[in-house]
């Protein structure tokens, strides 16, 4: 008697836990997600080099202030050359520091006065603080700083008398750079580079006289971040 009572109690007993455990089989089972990827702020700092290449225009112009004597042209040329620069964000603002070595053919030949005489730059060099704004991989900077290089005059006639003067300037302008594949980036600029006043003696030009080559530049340039 007891024995059958024990195994209807079970029986009862499983038929009660059956539809509890069939509704805890359809529980939904809880989800757990990796973290979502988030790719690292792209930076700009750090040290690169590169090469750039451009245009360079300008007025050669100069004389005896004295006589009047003199001649007014206008120099174009192209330039072409390395750079080496550093680079250090801070947010969205890059602070940095460039050095840049060019090649020059700006040159400019006098038709009128002094017909014939050339005013030619043959190197410059420059050294600029660069201040910018990062859009991301886009940056917008001013730049700024010394500006180094040689004036030529050349004078025909007579033997071809020339007088050359290495020249310590200045340089302003602006530009525009985007980074891509990873550490490579591509720039175009422009600088205004004024080089001063060279003078040419009496024994070369027969009046003595001042000269100058004020320039603008537009170039283009691809650099590589390390």
Known sequence: MMTRTIRTGIAVAALLIAPIAAQAADLRQPSYKAPAYSAPAFSWSGFYVGLNAGYGWGTASG??????????????????????GYNLQTGSWVWGL????????VKGTSTSNCDGCEVRNSWLGTARGRIGYAFDRY???????????????????????????????????AGVEYAFMGA????????????????????????????KLPLNIARLGVNYRF
């Open 63 to 84: 004389g005896n202030s004295i006589t009047g004597e003199g001649f007014n042209t206008r120099a174009t040329g192209w330039l072409g050359g390395a750079t080496v």
């Open 98 to 105: 460039e050095g840049v070595i060019d090649y020059s053919t």
């Open 139 to 173: 940056l917008v900077y001013g730049t700024g700083g010394a500006a180094y290089g040689d004036l030529k005059l050349t004078i025909p006639g007579g033997g071809s008398r020339s007088v050359t003067e290495n020249k310590l300037g200045w340089t302003l302008g």
């Open 184 to 211: 490579w980036s591509v720039k175009a600029e422009y600088l205004y580079v004024d080089l001063g006043n060279f003078t040419c003696p009496a024994a070369t030009c027969s009046d003595a006289g001042t000269y």
